[in-house]
């Protein structure tokens, strides 16, 4: 056992009490920052290493996959290796589906099934439409999706959604909900909402089950509490039933998923359904500067809804004023971002990972991008096209996750002519609509063609049956061809280990040779790389018993989540929408387009109760930074293809002006760097100097020096001083100068705000 001390290392009393509070329900309410996540962490370590709680027995449920690493890590070094490993810990989905691949059998459902993410999510809506005969121009596949979702994390199946749909809209989501569910059931798969439903519903018609997991799990844990869904919300209410230890935490004022069903009442719900709940409040913020809590305050405190009052403090200090900056239009408020980034890692003090840029909806990184590119800065898009959305590895992931399950129709269909073989768009549809017809998985239909032409093959005089008889020889035969393939891999699968199954299969397949034929030589090989980088994530699942491989290995990389593909062991700016940041810190964060119609979003124009989530996303963004803030928006903004004059967003107006600086907009533009003529012309409000380029080779110069040895300058925090020297430094001055009292400093000129004094 690990002492108390260890455990109770650098928490305040408030966190102490949390940490060390009796068995039983416990919810923990707190501000950003307040150490929620680390109180989680050390409770753990606390149940395990004071109470002696057997780590088997605890069950804690993080936001991300990326959060639960983090827990077991710091675990390990609290108590020590070993002990972590025996936790579960991991978010709702995984968990939910390894509880599936243990006991789906009581449901009735093999337990090799597949996850469909959301790509291939909407490849199943589509086919739903055509089965339907429903036109996807009419009929958003996303949006109707989007409500079956919504339906599912609400626990309402089909037929209840059936029998309450009252719109027309509402009547076709009915329809294709059924049918959607039923195309799922066919391929043996689920979608990651179903990994929730699905576990709800074995405890609740398999009480026996349930009784065992309740037995296992004799300690629950949630982080990001207040973000709950109702489906999430009855698991743990199921798993906590008989003995009540479970320890929420969560804030109110950071619900951002409402669009997804998460429900704030989950928190009030708690204490009615646990009465004898202990409820603690923290209230000191470990992580930002005063200066940066008042400015997320400010904008939180006008929300519609009453709030509980809670007041961020912190003893980190004033810190600098939060900065507000105006661009020209998307391009030029990016690269004023990035020319800030420039001048603060040139400045010493920030490396690119430090750093982040937030905004609200995935389509504003593309300029963000640019610009960065421009800089040569290195960063990394959370959420972006991610290694596992490549078309290559999707192909190749179809492979796999047939040799698992071959009813998986979506991978079927994926790969049923890729590489080519000679199945043309006919005769898929012919095939699909035969096992349509005999509502059956392709995989049993295709089996069903092949007996047919051994039949048929075998008795020439009785007449062939009807349904294969339509089919073009050439086109059975290519089929028959793929089929026997998936069977090989069925096959092989019993008896390779991971890695070896992927060689097998790629070369059976001709992959590198198919890549090469379709992309030419230098992309086919690229893209053959990152088929190689999977198959180096096959080795970290060699260990595993041969059974268990490929399984595991496929439903990781299914619920990976985007925030997972951030990396922190790279030095790079991370570029992240408002939602994903959740739960994250930096030292520097920059939130960009704020402006009416983006933050708050337009969807949000007429509805109260969207618009204080608006706020919420607004306060979550603000209070990721640790030292500094900037705002951006800009003059005006291109969307759908349209350019309009933007209005600063109303959270501008809601902070009190003393609490921000506004870039004085010469200083800026003079400071500021364009990346060419172009840019340049487009930004007719400006007219500054020369544009500067941040590479000096460009031809209008770099700009001109502005301080000399021996001036006297005066600096707002370390008032006068006189310059000993001056460079250029990345385009911005580098200007060395000796403070009064204060020591030499080195300062970039542009962001220091120097003033000549004197003379
Ligand atoms: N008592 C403490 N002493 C020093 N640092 C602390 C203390 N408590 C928390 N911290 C630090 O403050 C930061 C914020 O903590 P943490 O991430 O746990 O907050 P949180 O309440 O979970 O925030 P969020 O609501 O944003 O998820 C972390 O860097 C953490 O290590
Ligand atoms: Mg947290």
Same mark, same amino acid.
């Given at each position: ?7 109770l290392d650098g928490l305040n009393p408030a966190q102490r009490q949390a940490v060390t509070a009796a068995p039983g329900p416990v919810l923990v309410l707190a501000g950003p920052g307040s150490g929620k996540t680390r109180v989680l962490t050390r409770r753990v370590a606390y149940l395990i290493g004071v109470h002696g709680v057997d780590p088997h027995h605890i069950l804690a449920v993080t936001f991300t996959n990326k959060a639960a690493r983090e827990m077991r890590d710091r675990l390990e070094k609290l108590l020590g290796p070993g002990e972590a490993a025996a936790l579960t810990v991991g978010t709702f989905h995984s968990i939910c589906a390894r509880f599936l691949r243990r006991d789906s059998?009581? #449901?009735?459902?093999? +337990? !090799?099934?597949?996850?469909? /993410? ?24 996303? *949006? ?18 059936? +029998?309450?749909?009252?719109? @027309? ?23 990651? !909402? ?18 065992? @997991? ?10 990001? %509490? ?36 998460? !429900?704030?009442?989950? $928190? ?17 913020? @470990? ?6 809590? /008042? ?35 998307? /391009?030029?408020? *990016?690269?004023?971002? *990035? ?59 179809? %492979? ?9 129709? $979506? ?62 020889? +050439?086109?059975?035969?290519?089929? #028959? ?44 090989? !690229? ?6 980088? &999977? ?75 969207? #618009?204080?989530?608006?706020?919420? &996303? ?9 030292? +500094? ?28 002006? /003393? ?101």
């Amino acid at each position: 056992m690990t002492d108390a001390s260890t455990i109770l290392d650098g928490l305040n009393p408030a966190q102490r009490q949390a940490v060390t509070a009796a068995p039983g329900p416990v919810l923990v309410l707190a501000g950003p920052g307040s150490g929620k996540t680390r109180v989680l962490t050390r409770r753990v370590a606390y149940l395990i290493g004071v109470h002696g709680v057997d780590p088997h027995h605890i069950l804690a449920v993080t936001f991300t996959n990326k959060a639960a690493r983090e827990m077991r890590d710091r675990l390990e070094k609290l108590l020590g290796p070993g002990e972590a490993a025996a936790l579960t810990v991991g978010t709702f989905h995984s968990i939910c589906a390894r509880f599936l691949r243990r006991d789906s059998i009581h #449901l009735g459902r093999e +337990r !090799d099934f597949a996850i469909y /993410d959301t790509d291939d999510q909407l490849r199943v809506m589509k086919r739903v439409l055509r089965d339907l005969n429903l036109d996807e121009k009419k009929h958003a596949p996303r *949006a109707i999706h989007a409500a079956i979702s919504r339906a599912k994390n609400e626990l309402i199946d089909p037929d209840a959604y059936s +029998r309450h749909a009252h719109s @027309y809209f509402e009547e076709v989501v009915a329809r294709c909900f059924a049918r959607y569910q039923e195309l799922l059931r066919g391929a043996n798969a689920l979608d990651f !909402d179903d990994l929730l439903v699905e576990t709800v519903r074995l405890f609740e018609e398999h009480p026996a089950v349930l009784e065992r @997991y309740q037995e296992r799990y004799g300690f629950l844990l949630a982080d990001e %509490y207040q973000d709950t869904n109702r489906a999430q919300y009855v698991l743990l209410k199921q798993l906590a039933s008989r003995h009540h230890n479970i320890f929420v935490v969560g804030d109110e004022d950071q619900s951002v998923y409402a669009f997804r069903g998460a !429900d704030i009442r989950n $928190i009030l719900s708690f204490e009615r359904d646990y009465p004898e709940a202990q409820v603690i409040l923290l209230e000191q913020n @470990y992580r930002s500067t005063q200066a940066i809590l /008042d400015v997320a305050q400010a904008v939180i405190n006008r929300s519609a809804q009453r709030r509980r009052d809670k007041r961020l403090w912190t003893r980190n200090g004033e810190g600098v004023l939060v900065q507000v900056i105006e661009g020209y239009d998307q /391009d030029e408020e *990016a690269q004023l971002v *990035a020319g800030e980034i420039a001048r603060l890692i040139a400045g010493g003090a920030y490396q690119p990972g430090d750093i982040a840029i937030m905004y609200r909806t995935n389509a504003q990184s593309r300029a963000i991008e640019e610009a960065l590119i421009a800089r040569q800065a290195p960063y990394i898009i959370v959420g972006g096209t991610r290694f596992y959305e490549r078309k290559e590895i999707k192909d190749a992931l179809a %492979y796999l996750r047939l040799a698992l399950n071959p009813f998986d129709d $979506i991978s079927l269909s994926r790969v049923l002519n890729w590489p080519a073989r000679g199945i043309g768009q006919r005769t898929q549809e012919d095939l699909e609509r035969r096992a349509g017809a005999a509502a059956v998985p392709l995989y049993v239909m295709l089996h069903t063609l092949a007996a047919n032409a051994e039949a048929a093959a075998d008795q020439t005089t009785s007449p062939a049956p009807a349904r294969t008889g339509e089919m073009p020889s +050439r086109a059975r035969n290519a089929l #028959l061809g793929f089929l026997t393939l998936i069977d090989e891999s069925l096959d092989r699968r019993q008896t390779l280990s991971l890695g070896a199954l992927m060689d097998w299969l790629f070369e059976r397949v001709g992959f590198r040779e198919a890549l090469r034929r379709e992309y030419g030589d230098e992309e086919g090989d !690229d893209r053959w790389n990152n088929v190689m980088e &999977l198959r180096n994530v096959a080795e970290q699942y060699a260990d595993l018993p041969l059974a268990s491989q490929l399984s595991t290995f496929l439903e990781e990389v299914a619920l990976v989540s985007d925030i997972d593909t951030l990396q922190e062991e790279r030095n790079a700016v991370t570029c992240i929408t408002l939602h994903q940041a959740k739960g994250l810190e930096f030292p520097v964060v920059f939130l960009v387009g704020l402006e009416e119609g983006l933050l708050p979003h337009a969807r949000s124009a007429d509805d109260r109760d969207a #618009l204080d989530e608006e706020r919420r &996303l607004f306060y979550v963004g603000a209070t990721r930074a640790k030292e +500094r803030l900037y705002l951006l928006h800009a003059f005006r903004r291109a969307t759908y293809g349209r350019t309009e004059i933007a209005t600063p967003s109303r959270f501008l107006h809601d902070i009190p002006p /003393d609490l921000l600086q506004r870039a004085p907009k010469r200083g800026y533009a003079a400071a500021q760097m364009v990346t060419g003529r172009a840019a340049a012309l487009r930004n007719p409000r400006r007219n500054q100097a020369a544009p500067v380029s941040p590479h000096s080779a460009a031809p209008d110069g770099p700009r001109a020096i502005s301080f000399f040895a021996g001036q006297k300058v005066h600096h707002a925090q370390f008032g006068e001083g006189i310059v000993v020297s001056s460079k250029l430094v990345e385009g911005d001055e580098e200007v060395t100068v000796a403070f009064v009292g204060k020591g030499v400093k080195r300062l970039l000129a542009s962001f220091a705000n120097l003033q000549h004094v004197g003379e």
